[in-house]
C-alpha cells in the first residue's frame, strides 16, 4: 500500500517552460487535492477534485491545470512556469472530511 | 487575509514537559478543526481533529481544546518526546467541506532532551 505517490521530487525549470506534476493514490480515495507551500507560508489549495471526471479550482489556480481521468490519478500541469511557482507541491487524497493523505512533496523551482 | 493564524513560529520545550500550541482563526462559521504533523522532505500527516460541538478530543498523548468564544484553538502534547519535533500546521473548515480546508502557517516545535 503505497498511499500517496508523487513524482518527480525536485525539478529545476526555466521562464516558460512546462510540465506535470504526477499523483497516484491507490487508497480508491474520491477526494484529491493539489496544494502549494511557499516558505514560511501554510499550505494553499490549488486544484481539488471530487471524482473522476470532475475537477474545481481551489485558493490559487491560476497558471495551472488539472485533470481526473480516473480515481487513481491527479496531475497538475503547469503551462509558461514563472518564477512566482517557485513552491513545494503537495498531493493529498481523502475519504472523508478532513484527514487528508498527503504525499511527500515535489519541490519545483523555476530559474 | 490570514483565516487561520499560528502566531507563533516556533517552540522549544524540554523532553517530558508539555508541549502548547496554539492556533486562532477568524471565521465562526468554521466548524471542523484539524492538526497536521509534518517532518522534513515528507507530506503533512493527520494528527488529531475536533469539530465545534466538542471543546476537547484526546488521542493518547495529544489533546486538543477548542474556545469557540475566543475563536481559539490549541494542541498539548503531554508528555513532549524528541520524536514529536516537527512542524505542526493547524487547519480549519466547514465540515462536509474539506475544499474549503485552511491552513495556517505552522510552529516548528523542538523538544530537546
Known amino acids: 500500500n503505497a498511499g500517496v505517490t508523487q513524482t518527480p521530487k525536485f525539478r529545476i525549470l526555466k521562464i516558460g517552460q512546462s510540465m506535470t506534476l504526477q499523483c497516484a493514490q491507490d487508497?480508491?480515495?474520491?477526494?484529491m487535492y493539489w496544494y502549494r507551500q511557499d516558505p514560511g507560508m501554510g499550505l494553499k489549495l490549488i486544484y481539488y477534485?471530487?471524482?473522476?471526471?470532475?475537477?474545481d479550482k481551489g485558493e490559487v489556480p491560476n497558471g495551472y491545470n488539472v485533470s481526473r481521468s480516473t480515481t487513481e490519478d491527479f496531475p497538475l500541469r503547469l503551462e509558461l512556469a514563472a518564477p512566482s511557482q517557485t513552491s513545494v507541491y503537495f498531493c493529498?487524497?481523502?475519504?472523508?472530511?478532513?484527514?487528508?493523505?498527503f504525499g511527500e512533496g515535489s519541490r519545483l523551482t523555476v530559474l | 487575509d490570514q483565516q487561520v493564524k499560528q502566531n507563533s513560529p516556533s517552540l522549544s520545550v524540554q523532553e517530558g514537559r508539555i508541549s502548547i500550541l496554539n492556533c486562532d482563526y477568524t471565521?465562526?462559521?468554521?466548524?471542523?478543526f484539524l492538526w497536521y504533523k509534518k517532518y522534513p522532505a515528507e507530506g503533512p500527516t493527520f494528527l488529531i481533529s475536533?469539530?465545534?460541538?466538542?471543546d476537547k478530543n484526546e488521542d493518547g498523548r495529544f489533546t486538543v481544546f477548542l474556545n469557540k468564544s475566543a475563536k481559539h484553538l490549541s494542541l498539548h502534547i503531554v508528555p513532549s518526546q524528541p520524536g514529536d519535533s516537527a512542524v505542526y500546521f493547524c487547519?480549519?473548515?466547514?465540515?462536509?467541506?474539506?475544499?474549503?480546508?485552511?491552513f495556517g502557517t505552522g510552529t516548528r516545535l523542538q523538544v530537546f532532551p
Open positions: 487508497m480508491n480515495h474520491n477526494y
Open positions: 487547519a480549519a473548515s466547514f465540515l462536509y467541506n474539506t475544499d474549503k480546508l485552511i
Open positions: 475536533i469539530s465545534s460541538i466538542k
Open positions: 477534485s471530487v471524482g473522476a471526471g470532475i475537477t
Open positions: 471565521n465562526s462559521m468554521f466548524d471542523y
Open positions: 493529498a487524497s481523502s475519504y472523508s472530511v478532513g484527514e487528508l493523505f
